[in-house]
């Protein structure tokens, strides 16, 4: 097989006069978190609420956020005119057509893998459904996730972590290790109770290994005190 250098690659993966071919970059974008019931991907910032507890706050539980296929069908459509996407269902809102080459989608909305609640250790979650999936990765990507959530603190001075609760896996599908990859921690002080507070962070792994290349991901919060989450959107991305 003749080898291309990188010129010749680029030159052909933006080729149009050849079969489209995705950039070597992309992402996808979905609404459809099991608990959004209100609103629709890129058009509304309300959501529905959800209630991290005291004792999840005592616990210092994860609260992750699972994907559903029935609410991915109903907050993920086209609400411009052009260009027309690939329909949404069981990709997201760009229908797959934006996803990194050679990847078949970034979510999978009935998985099941890591569906289920953990309650010992050091690093405790809830149940949730679905994940965010990363088959035909390759050791070196980068993932850059994009959670959007509305904040109401319940109260004064709430400290509020978010991550990427990650899942590692064998060759098999076994999980070999689960870790919160963190991200920003926003803090709700003096005069911020009953407010809502939109929150865009960014989440970042990268893929150092095949496990990594097949892990599977959800994001997540956990906080010092009782607190309203609205889950809205998330925008997961592979950058190479």
């Known amino acids: 097989m003749q080898k291309r250098n990188g010129n010749e690659l680029l030159k052909y993966f933006y080729n149009d006069s050849l079969s ?12 459809g ?8 991907a890129g058009v509304s910032t309300v959501g529905s609420n959800v209630s991290y507890t005291q004792a999840m706050a005592d616990a210092g539980t994860w609260m992750r956020f699972g ?9 993920d459509y086209q609400y411009w005119t052009t260009p027309e996407l690939s329909s949404p269902e069981g990709m997201g809102l760009f229908g797959g057509d934006l996803l990194p080459f050679a990847m078949d989608r970034l979510f999978d909305f009935d998985e099941t893998a890591i569906n289920a609640a953990n309650a010992v ?11 965010m999936c990363f088959e035909g990765s390759r050791v070196g990507d980068l993932s850059i996730s994009r959670f959007d959530f509305n904040a109401l603190p319940q109260t004064a ?12 896996r064998d060759e098999d599908g076994n999980i ?5 990859l963190s991200g920003p921690t926003a803090f709700f002080g003096v005069g911020t109770v009953g407010i809502t507070y939109l929150q865009r962070p960014l989440l970042t792994a990268y893929f150092a290994s095949d496990e990594d290349r097949n892990a599977l991901a959800l994001p997540a919060i956990r906080c ?9 959107t998330l925008l997961s991305s592979i950058i190479r």
């Open 20 to 31: 489209p071919k995705r950039s070597l970059s992309g992402y996808e974008f979905t609404a």
């Open 33 to 40: 978190f099991a608990d959004r019931t209100t609103g629709t």
């Open 67 to 75: 994907l559903n296929a029935t609410q991915q069908v109903s907050n």
């Open 121 to 131: 250790g050091d690093t405790q979650w809830l149940a949730s459904e679905g994940a």
């Open 157 to 168: 001075n709430s400290s509020l972590e978010v991550a990427l609760l990650w899942n590692t």
């Open 176 to 180: 070999t290790f689960t870790a919160p």
């Open 224 to 232: 010092n005190t009782p607190i309203e989450i609205q889950p809205l």
